[in-house]
């Protein structure tokens, strides 16, 4: 069946740092792939989108690419700033959309 | 814009006692859901509307957890009666069918329910 999966539980940084978040996914066909950030008393809310093969999304300096040759769409940022701290989702769909079990980010100053 | 609005947005309830969490979608969204969030079990569907038709209720959850789309721009989740694992946050999202937002989830700020 359809499925997300992402690797990292939490991951804790410095200010400056490079991120990235590893999400492979398991699907039929071509879904569309989602990353989505939820801030603490916040529902989650899209950060950004891709539905084709190499197809880049990029939103707020953080960037992924639809790789279906090794099913992922890992997110990275350069340089990681106090504010990015959150949980971030991965997803898919359809049929309907899957969720990965999101990755707690915590940077500090 | 207004986004998905929840109410409230935080409830305790006592142990088997009846709540009711409310719901009102972005306007013109056809697709509307209701989610459980927790730490260990993270995003679970409870319940999936589209057009007001229930296309999908999470099998875990039918015993005591119901929700209904009254109308396009209101959903309730009724939880009854109420456990103290039901504690949580409660996400309601909507989408749109068509265009280039399709899929895209949007949701409101959650209710957050302590029961006792």
């Known amino acids: 069946g359809d499925s997300v999966t992402q690797t990292e539980g939490q991951v804790a940084l410095s200010e400056e740092d490079f991120l990235t978040i590893h999400c492979n996914y398991s699907?039929?066909?071509?879904?569309?792939l989602f990353w989505y950030v939820q801030y603490p008393g916040e529902g989650p809310q899209l950060l950004f989108r891709?539905?084709?093969?190499?197809e880049k999304g990029s939103s707020r300096g953080f960037e992924a690419t639809y790789d279906k040759g090794t099913t992922s769409f890992h997110l990275r940022k350069a340089s990681v700033q106090e504010s990015d701290s959150a949980v971030y989702y991965c997803?898919?769909?359809?049929?309907?959309?899957?969720f990965g079990d999101g990755t707690q980010l915590v940077v500090k100053p | 814009d207004a986004g998905v609005t929840q109410t409230p947005r935080h409830e305790v309830a006592e142990k088997g006692q009846t709540i009711i969490l409310k719901c009102e979608p972005v306007s013109g969204h056809n697709d509307l859901f209701w989610y459980r969030q927790t730490k260990i079990q993270g995003l679970e569907l409870l319940s999936y509307f589209r057009s007001k038709s229930l296309m999908e209720d999470g099998g875990a959850f039918k015993d005591r957890f119901k929700a209904e789309m009254l109308n396009s721009s209101f959903s309730t989740l009724k939880i009854q009666p109420t456990e103290p694992k039901d504690s949580a946050v409660y996400l309601c999202?909507?989408?749109?069918?068509?265009?280039?937002?399709?899929?895209?989830?949007?949701f409101g700020a959650g209710t957050r329910l302590s029961v006792l």
């Open positions: 891709a539905s084709r093969d190499k």
């Open positions: 699907a039929s066909g071509y879904p569309t």
């Open positions: 997803a898919l769909t359809p049929p309907r959309i899957f």
């Open positions: 999202a909507s989408s749109v069918l068509g265009g280039s937002s399709q899929n895209t989830l949007y």
